[in-house]
């Protein structure tokens, strides 16, 4: 597979409250005067650049967005409009951290991460060197160092919750995708990020990233495998970092919830089902984790 490499354009600013709501009502592509956006958007010039990269990367697409550059495009954007318009809900930093995460075509730190790592505990120098060998693996062109190293600076900014209680610096909990707890800074600099049984994901948000997982990789498929919802690239397991047991989980939830899916077994291997996924509409599942019964 080919990649993009954007392991820089962030200028070390982990993706802050607010900013991606700033961004969709007032950031303007078209706009060459830098006074300008920094009036419309409320910050300094050094954040102008990471508004953009954050807009991007989050697949956002602002009101005055008419440029003719293509981009990647997600359905934050919908959220953004119409069901929670300052991302307060925990449903919303889950299903951000999803769509961020899930265009690992064009990798960032965070996206090599999620989406090919297993490393469970980890050090900055040990991540940044599992990084590069990867890269060479892949026949991929290996950025500077120093590169690396700040990308992975700012995708600890973002999802690296501190144990320390007593912490109280400037950068604590500055991101929503903070919340998640997905990753924890331990003693001595490493971190650790379970594959765990449990994760804290509304039900509704796993089967409507499942279900896009599903339509994306596999829409001529009336089933999925275990092992791909587990393990793909892209997929809710890999995502959420989500282990075997809690996979099984969450899929028996789906089917109780939602009975276009069931179980399927066939010559041992054991499958969710969906007659017809392509005609499962995902702006309803996503307006339905909003709804006021849920």
């Not at 953004?80 to 951000?96: A, G, H, R, T, V």
Request: charged fraction near 25%; include cysteine; proline fraction near 2%.
């Amino acid at each position: 597979m080919s990649f993009t490499l954007r392991f820089s354009g962030h200028e070390t600013f982990a993706l802050r409250y607010g900013w991606l709501n700033k961004s969709y009502k007032f950031l303007n592509y078209n706009e060459k005067n830098e006074e300008s956006l920094v009036v419309d958007l409320g910050v300094g010039k050094n954040m102008v650049n990471s508004i953009k990269y954050w807009t991007e990367i989050a697949g956002l697409k602002p009101i005055n967005d008419t440029s003719s550059k293509e981009r990647y495009l997600s359905s934050i954007t919908k959220i953004i409009e119409n069901l929670d318009p300052y991302l307060e809900k925990p449903e919303s930093n889950w299903l951000l951290h999803y769509f961020i995460q899930k265009n690992y075509s064009e990798l960032t730190f965070s996206r090599w991460y999620f989406n090919f790592s297993n490393s469970q505990y980890f050090t900055k120098e040990n991540l940044v060197n599992e990084l590069k060998d990867w890269l060479l693996a892949e026949n991929q062109k290996i950025s500077a160092i120093a590169t690396l190293q700040k990308d992975f600076d700012c995708f600890i900014l973002c999802y690296a919750k501190k144990l320390n209680k007593s912490f109280k610096g400037e950068e604590f909990f500055v991101s929503p995708l903070n919340e998640l707890k997905l990753i924890y800074e331990m003693a001595g600099n490493s971190y650790i990020s379970d594959f765990n049984e449990y994760k804290e994901i509304k039900i509704e948000v796993f089967l409507y990233c499942l279900v896009d997982f599903w339509k994306m990789y596999f829409p001529d498929s009336s089933t999925i495998s275990v092992d791909s919802i587990l393990t793909m690239p892209g997929s809710p397991g890999r995502l959420f970092r989500i282990n075997n047991f809690g996979i099984d989980s969450y899929l028996n939830q789906c089917a109780n919830l939602d009975v276009r899916f069931y179980w399927s077994d066939n010559k041992g291997i054991r499958s969710l089902a969906c007659d017809d996924i392509r005609a499962i509409n995902l702006d309803n599942l996503l307006e339905n984790i909003y709804s006021e019964t849920n």
